[in-house]
């Protein structure tokens, strides 16, 4: 019995860990996969509702309720059409695409994450580039910070 209790408590920690627990480290690396999941995957919803966050800096984040209170559903309103239509571009321009988290810097509730980027685009070209994204931990966790102009 004792040996399924300590099974189990492992397990616990293990998956804990897994998640990033209190390390915003971890859990801005994770959300740096995430961000790669859902451009492969295309899963507009979970992209809006799990990895982006519209926010411009030194303003608080647009929340459910903002949206509620604002005409025509918030800024949040074209997240996914916008997502999408990005998402059609890049397929279109790019065959190929791979992204390697290579610097991470978090200070409090902010940070910076850098991806290094090699694509090959359609015509046989590459190319290669570090590209820095924004994150802020929101309520829900963390966010990449993308500002209500696109």
């Known amino acids: 019995m ?3 209790s300590a099974a189990v408590a492992l397990a616990v ?4 860990a897994g998640c990033g627990g209190d390390d915003p480290e971890k859990q801005v690396t ?5 961000l790669r999941q859902v451009q492969e995957s295309g899963d507009a919803e979970k992209a809006c509702e799990e990895v982006y966050v519209v926010q411009e800096r030194g303003r608080e984040p647009e929340t459910e309720e903002s949206e509620e209170e604002g005409e025509g559903g918030g800024e949040r309103a074209g997240y996914e ?13 790019v ?8 610097r991470l810097d978090v200070e409090g509730d902010e940070g910076t994450a850098v991806l ?3 694509a090959t685009r359609t ?12 994150v802020v931990h929101t309520e829900e966790g963390w966010r990449v910070r993308i500002s209500p102009e696109g």
């Open 123 to 134: 015509d046989g070209s590459t190319f290669e580039r570090d590209v820095p994204y924004a």
């Open 81 to 93: 059409p916008a997502f999408e239509r990005v998402l059609e571009q890049r397929r279109a321009a």
């Open 95 to 102: 065959k190929g695409l791979e992204t390697k988290l290579v």
């Open 116 to 118: 290094h980027t090699s």
């Open 13 to 16: 920690l293990a998956l804990a």
């Open 30 to 34: 994770e959300l740096m996969s995430e």
């Open 2 to 4: 004792r040996s399924r």
